[in-house]
C-alpha cells in the first residue's frame, strides 16, 4: 500500500493517497484513517453458500400448459455434451419472464449447485448490461473473491467456464438483447440449463445448440383466468362477456390485464363494464399516437395514470429519468421537490401496477410502463424539467456515496461540488462497514449515473461520480468498472476544464492499468499526470504518482528505475514533512532492495519504516504488519534464518488478529522459508501449504508459485 499525508496549502483538498503495493497480494485493509478496532470476518472454512438468485414467479401465473409442456420436452432431450440452453421469446409484456420463473424455480430442486439470475437490459431505454458485469457478479456469487475477478472479458469468461465445470446450475438471463450477451454466460457443464428471454430469437445462439420456444400472447381463457384471480371470480363472472372484451382489449398481454386488475381493485365499487367502456373510449384519442399492437395497451396505462394523484402521477413520469435497474424509496424522494415521505405514493405505484417491488423497498418499471412513463413526462411536464429531475438523481447518488466515501477513507484529498439542489433523505451509516456494503448495493446504479451525467455535459458532476467510487474500488477492487470509471473520469475532467482533477484521475487511471498489465498505457498516463501536477505546482501529486511509476516499474521488473523512484518519493515526503508516506515508500523501497538481491541494505529502511508507524496517531496497525513481514523477508535474504523465523511469527500473528489474508499468507510463506533452512522440512511443508491455501483463496497468482516450491521439496515423509 502506498499514501501520503500532506500538509497542502490554504484552499488545498486535502487526501490522502491509497494504492496496493508491496509483498501483500489480494485483498487487503487500507484506509487514511482508521480510528477504533479493525474488524475483518473471514469464512475460515471456505464455505461458499449456495447462490439462489431466482425471484419468485408472479402470484398469479395463468396458462402456459403448451409453452411448459414444450420447456419440459426439450430438458429430457438435452445434450450430454453441453449445457441446455432455452430462448423464450416474444414481444414485451407477453410474460416471458413469468414464464422463465415459473419454470426454472419449479425445476430448483434438480440443479443442486443452485441458481443465477441477471436482468441484461436488452430492451429497456437505458444502458444494456455489460456481459461483463453480469459475469463478474455471477463469479462472486459462485465464491471467488472480488479480488481475484480478472479485469478483462476473455479472462473472466474463461475463469467463469472453469468455475461452472463440474456444476449443476440454472442460470436465467432475463431480457436478452444479442446472442454475444448470452454466450458470455453460458456455464460449460453439461449438467446445466440456461433460460434467456428476449424480444429477438437471439438465432445466433442456435449453433450452441440453443433451443428457441416462442411465447405469444395469452389465450383469451387464460387471460380471463387471470383477470379472475386478480379481482375475484365472483365479480368478473357477473358480467363476462363485457370481461372478455376486456382482457381482448388489453392484447392478451399479461402486463396489460394486471393494469386493468388494480383499477378495478382499487375502484371496489365499479362494474367491469365501466374499465371496459373507458378502454373502448380511449382508442379514437390514442389512434395517431399509439402503433399498431400498443393501442389498447397503451390506453390501458393511460387510464391508470390518470386515477393517481397528482404527486403519485409526478413520481411515476419522473421515475422513468432513473439511471438503471431498480431503487429504493429514498432516492425516489429526490425527484420532488417537496421533500415529503414517499413512500405512501410508492404504494399507490403498487396498487395500480404500475411499478413492481422487486425486493423488501426496491422497486422497478417494468419497460413498457418506462417507456409509458416517459411520454406521459414528455407531455406533461415543462421542457427543461427532465433535465433537472435527473441530476436531481444523479446528485443523490453523489450526496450519498460521498457520506459514505468521508467514513471510508477520511483523510484523502478531494475537490468540492456545488449541489444544484440540497438533496433529500440522504442516509447516514452506522460504521465502516454499512458504508461499504451501500456502495456494493448501489454500485450499477452509481456506474449508471455516472455515464448519464456525462451524456448530458454535466462533467464535474460526472467527475465527482467517478472520483467517489474510490473507496469501493480500493477494497473490493471490481476491475472492469474502476477501468471504466477511471477512464470517464479523465473525459470529465477535461471537459469540465480541471487541471487538478484531469491529473488525479490519469494517476488513478494509471494504477488501474497497471493491475490489468496494460502497462505502456499505464505509464503514459502516469507520465501525463506527473507534467499536469508539475504544473500546479502540486509536489504532494507528484509525489504520490512518482510512487505508482515506481510500482509499475517493479511489476515489469525494471528493478533499477523502481529504485530510484523510491528514493525521490522517499525525500519528497520527507520534504512534505508526511511521516505515513515516508513509511510506506520505505517499504517499497526495501522490497525493490530484497528483489535486487539487497537484502542487507533494505533493513536501515524497514528500521527506519518501524519507528515512523509506531509515532503515528491515529495508528496504521495494517503497514506496520507489512514492516514486520518485510523486515522477515529481508532478515532471510541477509543470510539470518533465525531472527527470520522468528520476525516472521510475530508477522503471522499480527496479520491474523487484523484478518489480512494475503498478509498472513505472506509471513507464512516467508515463514516456511525460514524454517527449511534451519533444518525443519515438516515445518516448512506446513507453512508453505498454508500459505498457497490462502493466496488460492483470494485468487493470487502467487499460490501458483507457492505450489512450485512445494513441489519441488517433495514429499516430507
Known amino acids: 500500500m502506498t499514501g501520503a499525508d500532506a500538509r497542502e496549502p490554504a484552499g488545498r483538498p486535502t487526501k490522502v493517497r ?21 474488524h475483518v470476518h473471514l469464512d475460515r472454512d471456505g464455505v461458499v453458500p449456495v447462490p439462489r438468485q431466482l425471484p419468485a414467479p408472479p402470484a398469479w401465473f395463468t396458462g402456459r400448459d403448451r409453452e411448459l409442456d414444450r420447456l419440459e420436452e426439450v430438458r429430457r432431450r438435452r445434450d450430454p455434451d453441453r449445457p441446455t440452453v432455452v430462448v423464450l421469446t416474444g414481444p414485451g409484456g407477453v410474460g416471458k ?140 363472472t357477473r358480467e363476462r362477456d363485457r370481461a372478455e372484451e376486456l382482457v381482448s382489449l388489453c ?73 438503471h435497474g431498480d431503487f429504493g424509496p429514498e432516492v425516489a424522494s429526490s425527484v420532488l421537490d417537496d421533500g415529503q415521505d414517499t413512500e405512501p405514493l410508492l404504494d399507490a405505484l403498487l396498487d395500480a401496477s404500475l411499478i413492481e417491488e422487486r425486493a423488501e423497498n426496491r422497486y422497478v418499471l417494468h419497460d413498457l410502463l418506462r417507456l409509458h412513463a416517459r411520454h406521459r413526462l414528455d407531455e406533461d411536464e415543462p421542457p427543461g424539467e427532465p433535465g433537472r429531475v ?130 505502456h498505457e499505464a505509464e503514459r498516463c502516469l507520465d501525463r499526470a506527473i507534467d499536469l501536477w508539475r504544473g500546479l505546482d502540486d509536489d504532494h501529486g507528484v509525489s504520490t504518482t512518482r510512487e505508482l511509476l515506481g510500482l509499475l516499474y517493479r511489476d515489469t521488473g525494471r528493478l533499477d528505475e523502481a529504485h530510484d523512484q523510491f528514493t525521490a518519493v522517499v525525500e519528497a515526503s520527507e520534504a512534505l514533512d508526511a511521516p505515513r508516506p515516508v513509511g510506506l515508500a520505505l517499504i517499497n523501497l526495501a522490497l525493490v532492495l530484497i528483489d535486487l538481491g539487497r537484502a542487507a541494505d533494505a533493513l536501515p529502511h524497514l528500521d527506519r519504516a518501524a519507528r515512523l508507524f509506531a509515532t503515528l496517531d491515529p495508528p496504521d496497525p495494517y503497514n506496520a504488519a507489512r514492516v514486520t513481514v518485510t523486515s522477515a523477508a529481508a532478515q532471510l535474504g541477509a543470510g539470518d534464518p533465525v531472527t527470520a523465523s522468528d520476525t516472521a511469527r510475530k508477522a503471522s500473528a499480527q496479520m491474523d488478529a487484523l484478518g489480512s489474508v494475503p498478509g498472513l499468507a505472506e509471513a507464512h510463506r516467508v515463514l516456511g522459508e525460514a524454517v527449511l533452512r534451519t533444518g525443519g522440512p515438516a515445518a516448512a511443508h506446513d507453512h508453505l501449504a498454508a500459505a498457497e491455501r ?24
Not at 285 to 308: C, H, I, K, Q, W
Not at 453 to 469: F, K, P, Q, T
Open 390 to 519: 435527473l441530476r436531481r438523481i444523479a446528485e443523490w447518488y453523489l450526496a450519498t456515496a460521498m457520506r459514505a466515501d468521508k467514513l471510508l477513507t477520511p483523510h484523502r484529498r478531494r475537490l468540492p461540488y456545488g449541489f444544484a439542489t440540497p438533496a433529500p433523505s440522504v442516509r447516514s451509516f452506522a460504521d465502516r462497514a454499512e458504508a461499504l456494503e451501500w456502495l456494493e448495493d448501489e454500485r450499477v446504479n452509481l456506474m449508471a449515473a455516472g455515464r448519464i451525467a456525462l451524456e448530458h455535459d454535466l462533467a464535474e458532476l460526472s467527475w465527482h461520480l467517478s472520483d467517489v467510487l474510490w473507496p469501493l474500488f480500493l477494497l473490493r477492487k471490481h476491475h472492469r468498472d474502476r477501468l471504466e470509471a477511471d477512464r470517464r473520469g479523465v473525459v470529465a475532467a477535461r471537459r469540465w476544464g480541471n487541471t487538478f482533477a484531469e491529473a488525479d484521475m490519469l494517476r488513478r487511471l494509471g494504477r488501474a492499468l497497471t493491475t490489468a498489465r496494460d502497462h
Open 18 to 38: 491509497n494504492d496496493l503495493s508491496g509483498g501483500v497480494v489480494g485483498a487487503s485493509v487500507q484506509s487514511g484513517s482508521i480510528e477504533g478496532g479493525v
Open 251 to 323: 392484447g392478451g398481454l399479461p402486463i396489460a390485464v394486471r393494469v386493468a386488475a388494480a383499477r378495478l381493485l382499487v375502484r371496489s365499487r365499479w362494474s367491469v363494464g365501466r374499465v371496459h367502456d373507458e378502454l373502448v373510449d380511449e382508442q379514437s384519442r390514442l389512434n395517431r399516437l399509439s402503433p399498431d399492437g400498443e393501442l389498447s395497451v397503451r390506453a390501458t396505462f393511460d387510464l391508470s395514470y390518470r386515477m393517481l394523484e397528482p404527486r403519485a402521477a409526478t413520481l411515476y413520469r419522473r421515475l422513468s429519468l432513473h439511471p
Open 694 to 717: 490462502l493466496f488460492r483463496s483470494i485468487g493470487s497468482v502467487a499460490a501458483d508459485a507457492v505450489r512450485e516450491r512445494l513441489d519441488a521439496l517433495g514429499p516430507t515423509g
Open 97 to 236: 419472464t413469468a414464464l422463465s420463473l415459473r419454470w426454472a424455480n419449479s425445476l430448483a430442486p434438480h440443479y443442486a449447485d443452485g441458481q443465477l439470475f441477471v436482468d441484461l437490459n436488452g430492451f429497456s431505454d437505458d444502458t444494456p448490461t455489460d456481459p461483463g458485469e453480469a459475469a463478474s457478479s455471477f463469479l462472486r456469487a459462485l465464491g471467488v473473491p472480488a479480488t481475484a475477478v480478472p479485469a478483462h472479458l476473455a479472462e473472466q469468461t474463461a475463469l467463469y467456464r472453469t468455475v461452472t465445470a463440474d456444476r449443476s446450475l440454472i442460470v436465467v438471463l432475463d431480457n436478452a438483447l444479442s446472442a454475444a450477451q448470452v454466450k458470455v454466460l453460458v456455464p460449460s457443464s453439461p449438467a446445466g440449463l440456461v433460460v434467456v428471454t428476449s424480444r429477438s430469437k437471439l438465432t445466433g445462439l442456435l449453433g450452441e445448440g440453443a433451443h428457441i420456444v416462442e411465447v405469444g400472447p395469452l389465450a383469451p381463457s387464460s387471460a380471463f383466468t387471470l383477470l379472475a384471480r386478480s379481482v375475484g371470480e365472483d365479480r368478473v
